[in-house]
């Protein structure tokens, strides 16, 4: 079965701090595909990354990094230097090829960051 | 780049009403649609697969006969609760899929804003 982990429930930091949200993944399949979004308060999801499992090449944009490990099937996203505007519900997802496209979800993670 | 429409963005029904909810892929064909509902501070869950042209593959635990998907065109699935209760009340969010990913995205998938349903 496939499943995605997010056990962080809730996170608070302080503006400028660093946070990392972590997500780990199951699935006995070889290709699949992770991502990453964010939900503010509006409700509508923002994409943010997808990498495919045959690419454990880290990535930065801007403010944003991810670290996929496959060893440990654990796709973590960091903010550098957060942000009030980065408060939001994050969500890491999982997308089987050959399986439509559909996404399996973890439970998120609220992130709040204070002034 | 691509963009979804959901219509209504919020409703409010009384219970046994039916309610529809569109959904449309403005600049993109889309011949796979998904529906996801989400509960308060929940995450959300898979509902139904809705392919142009045939039937919606639902998910385990979802009546087919209450949530009817209806995919008549690649660019528009609607979602009809009917006989809705006050526990259907929830955010129901669709995504199209695009047939043709957009050069340099890599995006597969395209979320609409949500629809917040209330049943009283």
């Known amino acids: 079965a496939q499943k995605v982990t997010q056990a962080q429930t809730e996170i608070s930091v302080v503006e400028k701090e660093d946070v990392t949200l972590d997500c780990v993944y199951e699935?006995?399949?070889?290709?699949?595909?992770l991502f990453w979004y964010k939900q503010p308060p509006s409700g509508e999801l923002v994409f943010l990354i997808r990498r495919n499992s045959f690419d454990e090449q880290n990535e930065i944009s801007g403010r944003y990094s991810w670290n996929f490990q496959k060893s440990t099937s654990s796709f973590n996203f960091t903010i550098t230097a957060s942000q009030v505007v980065d408060s939001a519900v994050y969500f890491c997802a999982l997308s089987l090829t050959g399986n439509t496209g559909k996404l399996i979800f973890g439970q998120g993670t609220t992130l709040q960051v204070k002034p | 780049g691509a963009v979804v429409s959901q219509h209504p963005s919020w409703v409010i029904c009384k219970s046994g009403t039916s309610v529809k909810i569109e959904c449309r892929s403005l600049?993109?064909?889309?011949?796979?649609m998904f529906w996801y509902r989400q509960f308060p501070k929940q995450s959300l869950m898979l509902m139904a697969t809705s392919n142009e042209g045939s039937k919606a593959t639902y998910e385990q635990g979802v009546e087919k006969d209450k949530f009817l998907i209806n995919h008549a065109s690649l660019t528009l699935s609607t979602l009809t609760v009917t006989s809705a209760h006050p526990e259907d009340s929830s955010f129901y969010i669709c995504?199209?899929?695009?047939?043709?990913?957009?050069?340099?995205?890599?995006?597969?998938?395209?979320f609409g804003p949500g629809t917040r349903l209330l049943v009283l």
């Open positions: 995504s199209a899929r695009n047939t043709h990913r957009l050069a340099g995205s890599k995006e597969t998938q395209y």
């Open positions: 699935t006995r399949d070889t290709t699949y595909y």
């Open positions: 600049d993109f064909q889309a011949t796979t």
